[in-house]
């Protein structure tokens, strides 16, 4: 099934690295449209909502601790079989092992902090931007 909407979320070592201009450059040129954009802090206890399906996995106190470490983008985009689509655009979770020229083997500092979220699935990706978004925030 294709969908056309994705969210996503430019993470804390990209934003204090200086790479918010260069990733939206790439998501744009790459042909996403954005539909609502906000740059933001989570809060520990936001940050553990947003990643709340992670909560047993070995990772998720540090996941939790990078991700409100500092200012984040978040933003929900537009094209044709996005979920997909994004997915490649920003490579595998593990920048080694991201293909070159994907937004994580550019930028990613290592495997949590690795530059950029992109939702895996239309159901999340919905859950996803609401979690960011109201309804009168988006056109
Ligand atoms: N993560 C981590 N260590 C791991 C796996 C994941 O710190 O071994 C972090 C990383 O920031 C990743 C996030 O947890 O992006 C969510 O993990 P997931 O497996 O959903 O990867 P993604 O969907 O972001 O590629
Ligand atoms: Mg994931």
Same mark, same amino acid.
């Given at each position: 099934?294709?969908?056309?909407?994705?969210?996503?979320?430019?993470?804390?070592?990209?934003?204090?690295?200086?790479?918010?201009?260069?990733?939206?450059?790439?998501?744009?040129?790459?042909?996403?449209? @954005?539909? =609502?954009?906000?740059? /933001?802090?989570?809060?520990?206890? !936001?940050?553990?909502?947003? +990643? *709340?399906?992670?909560?047993?996995?070995?990772?998720?106190?540090?996941?939790?601790?990078?991700?409100?470490?500092?200012?984040?983008?978040?933003?929900?985009?537009?094209?044709?079989?996005?979920?997909?689509?994004?997915?490649?655009? @920003?490579? =595998?979770?593990?920048? /080694?092992?991201?293909?070159?020229? !994907?937004?994580?083997?550019? +930028? *990613?500092?290592?495997?949590?902090?690795?530059?950029?979220?992109?939702?895996?699935?239309?159901?999340?990706?919905?859950?996803?931007?609401?979690?960011?978004?109201?309804?009168?925030?988006?056109?």
């Amino acid at each position: 099934m294709t969908t056309n909407r994705t969210f996503t979320m430019i993470k804390p070592d990209a934003v204090q690295n200086g790479h918010i201009g260069s990733i939206l450059a790439k998501i744009t040129e790459s042909g996403f449209k @954005i539909i =609502a954009m906000k740059y /933001t802090r989570l809060s520990k206890e !936001t940050a553990g909502q947003f +990643y *709340a399906i992670h909560k047993e996995r070995p990772f998720f106190g540090e996941l939790v601790d990078y991700m409100s470490s500092g200012p984040i983008v978040a933003a929900i985009l537009e094209k044709n079989d996005a979920v997909a689509g994004f997915r490649k655009l @920003i490579g =595998a979770t593990d920048p /080694t092992k991201a293909e070159p020229g !994907t937004i994580r083997a550019l +930028y *990613a500092k290592s495997i949590a902090a690795n530059a950029i979220h992109g939702s895996d699935s239309d159901a999340n990706a919905a859950i996803e931007g609401d979690f960011f978004f109201s309804m009168l925030e988006r056109f």
